[in-house]
């Protein structure tokens, strides 16, 4: 199981946060993917000038509306497959 932390600090919600964890969750479902990956809120993940900030296995990532696609591509599903 992947956990996407999402952070949803007042910095980062101001920036989107709320889109980004909606555009997660769609690209979960549309792959079928809800037993393998999941999505928590966060708090203040102290990268506010980075927002939005995703952790993922202790590393904290700048993921916004425009890059939250290639994001889940490149990090959460290769991830995902060094895994399996
Ligand atoms: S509010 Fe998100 S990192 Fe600070």
Avoid: P, Q, R, W
Wanted: hydrophobic share 35%; charged share 30%; glycine share 6%.
């Amino acid at each position: 199981m992947i956990t996407i932390n999402v952070c949803v600090g007042s910095a980062c919600h101001l920036k989107g946060s709320y889109k980004v964890i909606s555009s997660f969750k769609k690209m979960i479902s549309d792959k079928d993917l809800e037993n393998k990956i999941e999505i928590k809120g966060a708090f203040c993940l102290g990268h506010c000038t980075e927002a939005v900030s995703v952790k993922v296995e202790d590393k904290i990532y700048s993921v916004n509306e425009s890059n939250v696609d290639k994001f889940f591509h490149d990090v959460i599903l290769g991830k995902l497959k060094e895994n399996e």
